[in-house]
């Protein structure tokens, strides 16, 4: 499974990105995907999730209200559009792609797949 994230950059507080994660094969419809994100000198933390099916989503506290995950079943890419964006989301952001169980999906360690990351950053 390969997954290559896109769509990071620059941004003033207030604006807008929008993420981008190009799945390798059809992974995605079996699998659970997300978004993590890491600032320097903290730990990795879930962003947003969504499950196999796409019925479920969840998202962190932090972010809720502010960014929306989706899924392009046409061709499995995996987005997450950031809105109202904060100094503090800076980080480097992280696509993931795991198991098919739906217990703790923002745990890193629900997740077997990573993509190289895509840096953001708030000013």
């Known amino acids: 499974v390969q997954l290559v994230e896109s769509g990071g950059g620059s941004v003033q507080a207030g604006g807008s990105l929008r993420l981008s994660c190009a799945c390798s094969?059809?992974?995605?419809?079996?699998?659970?995907m997300a978004w993590f994100r890491q600032a320097p000198g903290k730990e990795r933390e879930g962003v947003a999730a969504i499950s196999a099916g796409g019925g479920n989503t969840v998202s962190a506290d932090s972010v809720k209200d502010r960014f929306t995950i989706s899924l392009d079943r046409a061709d499995g890419t995996l987005h997450l559009q950031m809105n109202s964006l904060k100094p503090e989301d800076t980080a480097w952001y992280y696509c993931a792609s795991g198991s098919n169980r739906w217990w703790q999906p923002l745990r890193p360690s629900e997740y077997s797949y990573w993509g190289q990351g895509t840096q953001v950053t708030v000013s």
């Open positions: 094969g059809s992974t995605y419809k079996s699998n659970n």
